[in-house]
């Protein structure tokens, strides 16, 4: 589960990304620029990689974590099953 800290560090970010999503989307309203568009679409797809590590050091902190010292073969397989999955999403 995500603690408080990790909860409103990703809802602040959140928040600004979806500010910047409706910055993009005036700007293709108003027929802006094409490459300043695509700059923009970077710059929310950086802070949507920022949220993602966020959360991803949480789960790798709490989640994993507390799997490996359960001592429990199953938890601990099922999380790293999770990592391989999210990781080769990653990738793509």
């Known amino acids: ?3 408080e800290e ?3 560090k990703a809802m602040g970010r959140l928040s600004r990304i979806e500010g ?3 910055g993009v989307q005036r700007m293709v309203e ?5 490459v300043d568009i695509l700059l923009q679409l970077s710059a929310v797809h950086g802070a949507l990689e920022q949220v993602r590590k966020i959360l ?5 902190e709490s ?3 507390e799997a490996i010292a359960s ?7 099922k999380k ?4 391989l999955e999210v990781f080769a999403r990653y990738g793509r």
């Open 30 to 34: 108003e027929g802006k620029y094409c």
């Open 71 to 77: 001592g429990r073969a199953e938890d601990r397989q």
């Open 1 to 3: 589960m995500i603690d």
């Open 63 to 65: 989640c994993v974590a």
């Open 6 to 8: 990790t909860k409103q």
């Open 56 to 60: 991803l050091g949480r789960h790798i």
């Open 20 to 22: 910047q999503v409706q």
């Open 80 to 83: 790293i099953e999770e990592l």
